[in-house]
């Protein structure tokens, strides 16, 4: 018995805590990494968000950015024009304030706050931590948010809480979306 809880201590003490980068030099600085990660990838799967915050998180990874993933969630009370029920960007720390790097929909950017409250048409949405929380408060909110280290494919992966690491399978989905020539450059730059 012992001996069990000791390999549990080994374990527990040889887990690393997702400890996220944080920016502290100018805005300019954070717009020059912004606009680095989308020289390549500006036009890349626009209708595809879960991948395209995959590739721009794995870059991160590769460059030493310990990014997070913001998910935004729709409440059954919020309208929007598009017939999305989540959206997904990487995330960064700029003097620990949450900054969105969604190019995809924003030219630059975006503070957190700004950021969810152009997808919740001013209203406040509701920081959540487990899917369980989501479905229980969908009937009842505009729109909520789930934020999570950069590891996190899709929704699907929320349910467990315990990635650790980019999985393959997330990987190659994401590389597959890649046209020939890109995917190809990437792999090149940012082996698996």
């Not at 012992?2 to 030099?25: R, V």
């Not at 500006?42 to 870059?59: E, G, M, P, T």
């Not at 991160?60 to 950015?65: A, L, R, T, V």
């Not at 949405?125 to 505009?142: A, Q």
Request: charged content about 25%; glycine content about 4%.
């Amino acid at each position: 018995m012992k001996s069990i809880i000791l390999i549990i201590l080994i374990s527990m003490s040889n887990a690393q805590a997702f400890e996220p980068t944080n920016f502290n030099g100018s805005k300019q600085e954070l717009r020059s990494f912004f606009d680095s990660l989308w020289g390549k990838f500006k036009s890349f799967d626009n209708y595809h968000c879960y991948r395209r915050a995959h590739v721009l998180a794995n870059q991160m990874s590769k460059e030493d950015i310990n990014s997070m993933k913001v998910f935004f969630f729709k409440g059954n009370k919020l309208r929007m024009a598009m017939d999305w029920y989540y959206h997904v960007a990487p995330m960064v720390y700029y003097k620990n304030e949450p900054v969105v790097l969604d190019k995809g929909l924003f030219e630059g950017a975006t503070y957190l706050s700004d950021w969810l409250e152009s997808f919740g048409e001013g209203h406040s949405c509701k920081e959540i931590t487990s899917m369980d929380e989501y479905r229980k408060l969908k009937s009842s909110e505009y729109c909520m948010y789930f934020i999570v280290p950069m590891y996190y494919y899709s929704p699907k992966d929320l349910e467990t809480l315990n990635i650790e690491k980019f999985k393959t399978t997330d990987l190659n989905d994401m590389l597959f979306s890649l046209p020939k020539r890109q995917r190809n450059r990437y792999l090149n730059k940012y082996p698996k």
